[in-house]
């Protein structure tokens, strides 16, 4: 049976949903940008009419206001954009319950099925991108293909608005002659190293020896090489698929630098305490803590450890990341930004190995404790109970890692 | 909230309606917060839309009072209308 993938991307999606939240802005460039008190001012996305003054996302603010003096800027409002694409999602599962969403904005839609053909999937394609439009208010680009990478690729060439069809028997000539990184997985490291052999276009690493590939990028060149030929079998997950979570993490970029070893200690915490949550949430335990900061000059260096027995203790957790940062960080202050991370993951009802020297009613005891925090805020909100440590400082302790930090595009690859 | 605080001029209202055993909607009336009880005589069309007027996007009904069509929309959990 022929597949038939479509992938769906909102356009400028935050900027689009805020100007249609708000039509005073309607008319005017917009981009949504994080905070420049809580040292977050960057632009997150920004709308046509400011990326025709040249606005790009990730600059700062005050660069594209330099580009743009009438930008408006507004702050994200995550929890419309999430309510917002839950909308999109339904009107995509009305054709399949293959969905698969790639953060916010983007989905692939699996239609193939008995009888489904190429040319019904580019009609069923016009007509999401039809319904987007009118009953939603913003517009989608979608691409049409028989794989999840070239459907990405497709959605990513005709802008705002459009449907591309990369039909199995045509694609070559359309996506040939295109630069290297617009394909998925190639970012500007690879494309570095792609170059250094004189690859530039999609065309020549679908001409590239397989050998030389996996020399220069390991396992990723010949599959990189696959993708540029169109080939791809990776299955759209649909919606009720449970993933299997290869890691836990958070990060964060605090309002003020961390300068002292208590400052680490205070945001390692406040890390340690939103992992700890999501891991007991997923039942989850992990085995290995990793740290990582990034400096003023905004280098980042991570370092791990194995602990002792598989854990979701916010104590436990919070300790061996003191313990690294202390061991690993302490001669670097001060850093801009801190983030935590859990791996080896196993399930919370797997046997573990008691410690028979060790207090075990204590370790019991913190988690009944952790437990019924996390019932308080679930009901109450996350800043209704904080430890001693996080107020010690005012800035540290408005910071929400829980609520503010959830939205990651899926990987690909997971399940 | 953070929708009812992004713009001034949205006309928010309280809704009187019956929930059929279909599991729809059929507003009857409505009321903003400082004026009077509006009766709609009819409900002409009931679709997903986006108000480009009021800003957002709903359920769209289109209703008829005392001759004139106007848009009751529910942003779920929000009623607004769009003149």
Known sequence: MERVILHCDANSYYASVECLYTPQIRDKPVAVSGSVEARHGIILT??????????????????????????????????????????MRRIYAQYSPRVEAFGLDESWIDVSGAGVTFADGVRIADEIRCRIREELGITVSVGVANNKILAKLGSDMKKPDAVTALPPDGFREMIFDLPVQDLLFVGPATARKLARLGVTTI????????????????????????????????????????????????????????????????????????????????????????????????ITRSHQCTLARPTNLTGEIAGAATALFAERFAHGFPYRSAGLSCTMLTADDEPIQLDFMGDETRRMRAERLENAIDGLRARYGHQIVQRGTVLLDRGYARINPVEEHTIHPVNMYAG | ??????????????????????????????????????????????????????????????????GRTLYLFHDEPYWFVED
């Open chain 1, 46 to 87: 920004r709308n046509a009419l400011a990326r025709r003054c040249g606005v790009k996302t990730g600059e700062a603010i005050w660069q594209a206001k330099e580009k743009c003096p009438e930008l408006v800027c507004v702050p994200p409002d995550f929890p419309l954009y999430v309510r917002f694409s839950e909308k």
């Open chain 1, 203 to 298: 065309g020549a690493l679908a001409r590239c020896d397989a050998g030389v590939l996996h020399s220069l990028l390991g396992k990723n060149g010949p599959l990189l090489r696959a993708y540029a030929n169109g080939e791809d079998r990776t299955p759209v997950m649909p919606l009720t698929h449970r993933r299997c979570i290869q890691s836990v993490g958070n990060s964060t970029t605090p309002p003020h630098d961390l300068r002292t070893p208590d400052d680490a200690r205070c945001v390692l915490f406040l890390l340690a305490e939103s992992v700890a949550a999501r891991l007991r949430e997923s039942g989850l335990h992990a085995r290995c803590v990793s740290v990582s900061a990034r400096t003023t000059e905004l």
């Open chain 2, 1 to 66: 909230m953070s929708a009812l605080r992004r713009n001034p001029q949205k006309i928010y209202v309280k809704v009187r309606a019956d929930h059929m055993p279909d599991g729809s909607t059929r507003p009857l009336m409505f009321r903003s917060e400082d004026g009077p009880a509006v009766r709609i005589d009819r409900v002409t069309d009931v679709r997903e839309a986006p108000s480009l007027k009021a800003g957002g996007q709903g359920v769209r009904y289109t209703c008829l009072v005392q």
